[in-house]
Nanobody, 130 residues
Framework: QVQLVESGGGLVQPGGSLRLSCAAS????????IGWFRQAPGKEREGVSC????????YYADSVRGRFTISRDNAKNTVYLQMNSLKPEDTAIYYC???????????????????????WGQGTQVTVSS
């Protein structure tokens, strides 16, 4: 069964950190560009970060650049999103998605997309609050 499963979300105070994981089963992440997206209540989904599978390029939304770091561990078939210096406005459901392409050609930070990705995870809730 092909699926992506996110984990690592939770409740954290402003300034805190979380590491999200995106584990794949049924296919090999090494052949796919992987994106992280988020959707806050009442808002459209937006792109957060993307990692290409071949050329090492990484993309970040301006709102998270310098605070979030995306990485992949092909041996574990998992992509991570390390989130530091979290702010209340980072509160959202975070999703990972696999693009059937080595490169982040479908990645877009524009709210609402469209985001042409082959597989999506079910999402993990991140809440930043004191």
């Amino acid at each position: 069964q092909v699926q992506l499963v996110e984990s690592g979300g939770g409740l954290v105070q402003p300034g805190g950190s979380l590491r999200l994981s995106c584990a794949a089963s049924g296919f090999t992440l090494d052949y796919y560009a992987i994106g992280w997206f988020r959707q806050a209540p009442g808002k459209e989904r937006e792109g957060v970060s993307c990692t290409s599978a071949r050329d090492g390029k990484i993309y970040y939304a301006d709102s998270v650049r310098g605070r979030f770091t995306i990485s992949r561990d092909n041996a574990k078939n998992t992509v991570y999103l390390q989130m530091n210096s979290l702010k209340p406005e980072d509160t959202a459901i975070y999703y990972c998605a696999a693009e059937d392409n080595y490169y982040c050609s479908a990645f877009d930070v524009t709210p609402g997309g469209p985001y042409e990705y082959e597989y999506w995870g079910q999402g993990t809730q991140v809440t930043v609050s004191s």
